[in-house]
């Protein structure tokens, strides 16, 4: 039985201080006697009602003391008061039922007012009793938040004493009363923590916090009263003091700068002013008499002298060089002013002309893009588009420019961005980021990076070009809670805004796309989607035609992965469009998507669906990218000594271990200069993910780093309930898998053994990436003759190609950590009638037992270079088993072991596994496609032939 604690004031007497008295009651009880409606007081005037007793939840401090916050010691839960003005327009018309649809998850006591049945409309009271009780401090820090979530309920509920009218009614009137079975309310986690506005000291300016709505109503009124009237002085002042609160309004600066003002708007957001300021500062920018809004009454408004801009302000980031653009202004009208030599970073704004400045002069600039889709919209010969010889080409292209006429051209990298934080791109960055020494000069191009984003790339100068948009960029986070589906809330949000709106939904979860696009479908039939993803099938005539005309013709947006982030454009003359975007992802990601609205004349209105993280305890762990780097450098010195004392056949089995077991550490090997170096763009992607995560989890860095972009904000909202879109995304995952399935079927049947390979071809795209596999495993050494039997393990497993793979790079070039297990196998394992078994105590021995050698040999006994990698997931702080199940895992990547049964072993039983295969898959390769490489000293000169096949089949970077 549920207890309660209840704090009743006793009934009003006029000119007496009223006493609160504490009790502890049965919530069953309470319950019970409430919806008992006959033992209700009756009254007939409000003379009586105002004597009714008070009652709230909670403890006190002195029983028998005053009602008063200082004397609440705890609340136990909410005393809501639901009560509708019409002559209010911020009141909120709530029905008895809207309430309880609200409030339906959790356990609750809803009973009429007094004043139901005299005044119109359903009012009443909810009693929500939490899950424990909460401190009165706890409560006046969550008061914010409270307010916020109830936002049809009277504020004054949110008062830490505030008490409300026990049960009773009017004479002749029928309550209401309804109790809801639930869940007890948790006032940590169930509600979205809104941090509290502190109270403002005139003596020392400090920033406080106020909603988004609030100020954009501020700032919409100094910009009515100041239009065209302010000075270079006060418009400053006045854009100091939105960049402040992470508002980045150009717009709005223009709009009150006097018609003969000749600087550019931009450039008042270049400082900062080095005294803190706040929205109040404005005072003087307002009309005489001039009321804040409401919910900033309790903050006194201090005099203060204007600011001035000098002596005032400090830069943010000293450019060498720095232009503001007006419309119709590109790169191409200041050629003349700007300096390419040498590396140089140039950070643009969308618009600006980038791509098209360089590709317009061949002979001086060469342009690489990372997407293919890039090259073809902006190479001059759209043929031979992606030809870097031509002037324009993806990365994976720069090889390709002899060095005669690298040393002539400078190296221009579009989206510069992808070089950190396109992870999986890590092989085909670290490869552009080599090729950098081989021209004149380079210059990396973005509209969202920093210089302090490359660890390792020394720039000669950082230029920055402004230009004016045409449209605003208004983003909002919608948040719910953990247990419920991003996706949901994004249906529901998406459908509740209307079928008209053009938008881009990114979402990146391939089956999560296609299934929130059938469900957006089935609701709008007529609404047309285009979907934009890696999958081959996606990129189809429809698509071509989309991306050769920029326009969405007879679609109403896009829906897709981070496919669509860059290379896309809509050039659609728009007055305003919606971005939604699903899930955690970096600032960067956010502007980027953004972006694709080439030609809005209004509003680009950006939904962000996120969990809410405000009641995460939260730290953030800056990276030192010097340790980083220290770390890397020893491991890098350490590795390069070990391999060149073996020979070249030793070296080869070594680094095949080298790319799976330190996978994770910030090395690659280079094949040019045949030793390990380090991997400077994993380093900078995982300081890309850091500033990811600091983002995603504290909303002030979220609004200072989007604000640099130019967004406004608006008040986040939380949403608890959303439209299912599970359904459609298990139908998804079931098509494909027998889609999968059916291709699977298809190469097996068609397969012929003594042609190894295909009499008749597929349309297909998944079933040709599969043949293409196959292919290349039987060039490898698969045997034609296992094909079938691959193919009826990869329909069981879907990974299983993985296990294929790593057997023909241990076949192809060795493995010394599985040489390693086979030698120790002898010594661990004893023969049964169905074959050599190894008990589970001795699967753990040698798990150990590899783990140790991985250690010494790949990592020169450093404990935390080694946890740095996938090895954390098998190993504790000193680098032995995590778990006992660790050990099989750890022996699994190498040879292959049969579930663990009762075996008897020399006459015991014992629990062990049966060896199936002393490798992953246990087929036998075909030796006649082992490559021939001769053995010879710690540095051979194997034929350029053999090191291509190496580069390109065998050795990957980790």
């Known amino acids: ?45 409000a003379t009586e009602k105002a004597q009714l007793p008070m009652m709230l939840l909670g403890t006190l401090h002195e029983d028998g003391g005053r009602r008063q916050n200082m004397n609440i010691a705890s609340r136990g839960g909410f005393v809501l008061d639901y009560d509708y003005d019409p002559g209010n327009a911020k009141s909120v018309q709530m029905t008895f039922e809207d309430i309880q649809n609200d409030l339906s998850d959790f356990e609750y006591l809803l009973y009429s007012s007094v004043s139901y049945g005299v005044k119109a409309g359903d009012r009443c009271r909810i009693l929500v009793p939490f899950n424990q009780p909460i401190s009165g401090e706890k409560w006046q820090e969550l008061r914010e938040s409270f307010k916020a979530r109830f936002a049809y309920i009277d504020s004054s509920c949110f008062t830490l004493s505030q008490g409300q009218n026990v049960p009773a009614r009017y004479s002749g009137k029928f309550p209401y009363v309804h109790y809801n079975k639930g869940r007890l309310l948790n006032p940590l986690t169930d509600i979205a923590y809104v941090e509290s506005v502190q109270k403002f ?42 960049k402040s609160y992470g508002v980045y309004d ?20 270049k400082n900062t002013i080095s005294s803190n300021v706040n929205v109040f500062m404005l005072k003087g920018y307002l009309p005489d008499g001039y009321k804040f809004p409401a919910e900033l009454t309790q903050y006194s408004v201090p005099e203060i002298d204007e600011y001035r801009e000098s002596n005032n302000a400090t830069d943010d980031y000293q450019y060498d060089q720095e232009f503001w653009l007006e419309e119709g202004e590109y790169l191409s009208d200041i050629r003349g002013e700007l300096n390419l030599n040498g590396n140089v970073l140039l950070i643009g704004d969308c618009g600006i002309g980038k791509t098209r400045f360089t590709t317009d002069y061949p002979d001086e600039f060469v342009v690489g893009v990372p997407l293919r889709i890039i090259a073809q919209q902006n190479a001059a010969d759209k043929e031979d588009f992606n030809n870097i010889r031509k002037g324009t080409g993806t990365y994976q292209q720069i090889r390709n420019m002899p060095d005669r006429l690298a ?10 961005h992808s070089l950190y934080l396109d992870g999986f791109r890590g092989d085909c960055n670290t490869e552009v980021v080599e090729q950098f020494e081989r021209f004149r000069g380079v ?79 089935q609701a709008w039939p007529d609404h047309r989607l285009m979907r934009i993803t890696a999958e081959d099938g996606d990129r189809n005539a429809e698509y071509e035609a989309f991306v050769e005309r920029q326009t969405l013709g007879g679609y109403n947006g896009l829906i897709g992965t981070n496919s669509l982030v860059e290379g896309i454009n809509v050039r659609d003359e728009l007055e ?203 060039g490898r ?116 072991l049969d579930k663990s049964k009762m075996v008897r072993i020399n006459g015991t039983l014992e629990r062990a596994s049966l060896i199936t295969a002393l490798s992953r898959t246990g087929f036998v390769l075909d030796e006649r496609k082992r490559l021939k490489v001769s053995t010879g000293s710690a540095t051979p000169a194997p034929d350029k032939t053999t090191m291509e096949l190496l580069r390109a089949k065998f050795l990957k970077r980790m």
Not at 15 to 24: D, F, P
Not at 214 to 234: A, M, P, Y
Not at 472 to 499: F, W, Y
């Open 1 to 45: 039985m549920m207890k309660i604690d209840v704090i009743y004031t006793d009934q009003f007497k006029k000119g007496k201080v009223s006493i609160a008295r504490q009790v502890t009651e049965s919530w069953e009880d309470f319950v019970s006697s409430t919806k008992d409606t006959e033992s209700w007081g009756v009254i007939t005037s």
């Open 201 to 242: 000291d005139a003596n020392v300016f400090d920033q406080i916090e106020i909603d988004d709505a609030v100020l954009s109503t501020i700032f919409d009124d100094v910009v009515k009263h100041c239009s065209g009237s302010l000075n270079r002085s006060r418009a400053w002042f006045f854009a100091q003091v939105m």
């Open 250 to 269: 150009y717009r709005r600066v223009a709009l009150v700068q006097r018609s003969d003002a000749n600087t550019n708007p931009q450039e008042f957001f």
């Open 407 to 416: 040393r002539t051209r400078t190296l221009v990298i579009d989206e510069a």
């Open 443 to 521: 210059v990396l191009m973005s509209g969202t990076v920093r210089p302090e984003y490359f660890s390792n790339i020394k720039f000669d100068r950082v230029i920055r070009v402004h230009k004016k948009q045409p449209f605003r960029k208004v983003i909002r986070q919608v948040r719910t809670s953990p247990e419920n589906k991003l996706e949901d809330i994004a249906l529901k949000k998406i459908l509740s805004l209307g079928e008209d709106r053009k938008s881009i939904i990114l979402f990146n979860y391939i089956k999560g796309v296609k299934g929130l696009q059938e469900k957006i479908s």
């Open 576 to 778: 305003s469009c919606d971005v939604h975007i699903i899930g955690d992802i970096s600032p960067e990601r956010i502007e980027q998507v953004t972006n694709r609205f080439r030609n809005c004349t209004g509003t680009i209105n950006v939904y962000h669906y996120v969990y809410d993280t405000s009641r995460i305890e939260y730290t953030h762990q800056e990276i030192n990218v010097d340790e980083v780097l220290r770390s890397a450098r020893e491991l890098r010195d350490v590795t390069n000594k070990h391999l060149g004392l073996l020979n070249y056949e030793t070296v080869k089995s070594h680094l095949n271990g080298f790319s799976r077991e330190m996978r994770g550490t910030n090395l690659y090997w280079d094949w040019r200069a045949e030793l390990a170096e380090i991997d400077y763009c994993q380093i900078d992607n995982l300081l890309a993910e850091n500033r990811t995560l600091h983002a995603m989890m504290n909303y002030g860095q979220y609004k200072r780093t989007l604000g640099e972009y130019g967004f406004e904000f608006e008040q986040a909202e939380m949403h608890l309930t959303g439209i299912s879109v599970a359904d459609a995304i298990n139908a998804v995952k079931e098509l494909d898998e027998e889609q999968r399935i059916e291709g699977i079927k298809w190469l097996s049947e068609n397969f012929d053994e003594r042609i190894e390979g295909w009499n008749v071809e597929s349309n297909d795209s998944a079933v040709q990436q599969q043949m293409e596999y196959l292919l290349s495993f039987m």
């Open 781 to 896: 050494g698969l045997r034609a003759s296992d094909v079938r039997e691959y193919l009826s393990r990869l329909a069981t497993n879907k990974s299983y190609w993985e296990r294929l793979r790593d057997d023909l790079r241990d076949f192809q070039s060795g493995n010394v950590v599985r040489d390693f297990v086979l030698s120790e196998l002898p010594k661990l394992t004893a023969s049964t009638k169905n074959g050599n078994v190894i008990s589970s105590e001795n699967v753990r021995v040698l798990g150990q037992y590899v783990a140790d050698f991985v250690l010494a040999n790949f990592f020169n006994g450093d404990r935390g270079a080694m946890l740095s990698t996938h090895w954390r997931s098998v190993l504790n702080d000193e680098c032995q088993l995590l778990t006992p199940q660790a050990g099989r895992e750890i022996i699994g990547r190498y040879i292959t």
